[in-house]
């Protein structure tokens, strides 16, 4: 499958989950934020491809983020600076070794991407657990 099918498929799940909250419950305001986390979930799990769309854009995007965070420490000083880039750099490295449809592709990854999503909201980890399972599931289709 390409980035358009996951992207369609995680759209009609959450469209489906977004109509059940409304009628419900309601809708909280990061809503909005919690379905583009779940957009770029269903894309994540396909990093580990070297012709996906969004390998294209994640090492930039790392490495972009540990040349800024490391400009913040010079500055900053602080010590959690430093362990966030060792953790990206640490994702940075498993990402250019690890198997497509590998350890990426398994409940297992699912769970470990999304549990920090916790510290955002509830919401968000949700959705963002729909993105990278609708993954997982139109891949087995
Ligand atoms: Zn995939």
Known sequence: M???SHLVFYFFLSSVIVSILCFYSGITHNILISLVVGGVYSLLPDCDS???KINK?????LLASLFVLLLLYIYI???NIIYVCMVLTLFLFFLQVVKHRGFLHSVTAMLVFTVPLLFVSLE???FGMVGYGSHLLL???
């Open 2 to 4: 390409n980035y358009k």
């Open 50 to 52: 070297r012709n996906s």
């Open 57 to 61: 854009y994640s090492n930039r995007i």
């Open 77 to 79: 000083k602080d010590d």
């Open 124 to 126: 968000t980890a949700f």
């Open 139 to 141: 891949d087995k289709i």
